[in-house]
């Protein structure tokens, strides 16, 4: 019997390198495990989206994209569906769906990305513009939210 292990890989908030695809974005991804990371067909970020920001109209052709809200409230789109979003709620986009995420809300929109396979997530998030997570990003990814950022 063939049995593969992978070593598990630990990351802190601190660790994750945050890009926005194109410079006018108004959504950044810090990607937290891709197959650059763990030699697996898998991309895992933090999806942060700006007040009003948004993700274009896309599609995969073979990747199941899922989403799961951290904080703050949106809107999904997936095949003309719209359905409000807010934390603790799951989406799973099949393959072929065309779908977005946009920010609703008065804050800013945390939102766990993960895409499998990869499907080239990964090198077009790395494409993109390099920036920083701040202050505010990196209380809510460690959940020591206090009274300036909550």
């Given at each position: 019997?063939?049995?593969?292990?992978?070593?598990?890989?630990?990351?802190?908030?601190?660790?994750?390198?945050?890009?926005?695809?194109?410079?006018?974005?108004?959504?950044?991804?810090?990607?937290?495990?891709?197959?650059?990371?763990?030699?697996?067909?898998i991309?895992?970020?933090?999806?942060?989206?700006?007040?009003?920001?948004?993700?274009?109209?896309?599609?995969?052709?073979?990747?199941?994209?899922?989403?799961?809200?951290?904080?703050?409230?949106?809107?999904a789109?997936?095949?003309?569906?719209?359905?409000?979003?807010?934390?603790?709620?799951?989406?799973?986009?099949?393959?072929?769906?065309?779908?977005?995420?946009?920010?609703?809300?008065?804050?800013?929109?945390?939102?766990?990305?993960?895409?499998?396979?990869?499907?080239?997530?990964?090198e077009?998030?790395?494409?993109?513009?390099?920036?920083?997570?701040?202050?505010?990003?990196?209380?809510?990814?460690?959940?020591?939210?206090?009274?300036?950022?909550?």
């Amino acid at each position: 019997m063939n049995q593969s292990c992978v070593t598990p890989v630990f990351k802190s908030p601190y660790e994750y390198q945050a890009y926005r695809i194109s410079p006018d974005a108004t959504n950044r991804l810090a990607i937290v495990f891709d197959p650059a990371s763990v030699n697996l067909s898998i991309t895992y970020c933090i999806e942060i989206f700006d007040v009003g920001g948004k993700t274009p109209p896309n599609r995969h052709q073979f990747a199941v994209e899922t989403f799961f809200v951290l904080k703050g409230e949106g809107i999904a789109v997936c095949d003309g569906k719209e359905v409000a979003i807010r934390s603790g709620d799951t989406l799973l986009v099949p393959p072929t769906a065309v779908h977005e995420i946009r920010n609703t809300g008065a804050k800013r929109l945390y939102v766990i990305t993960v895409m499998v396979p990869n499907e080239n997530f990964a090198e077009l998030i790395r494409s993109g513009v390099p920036v920083e997570l701040d202050a505010e990003d990196l209380a809510v990814l460690q959940h020591n939210l206090d009274q300036n950022t909550a």
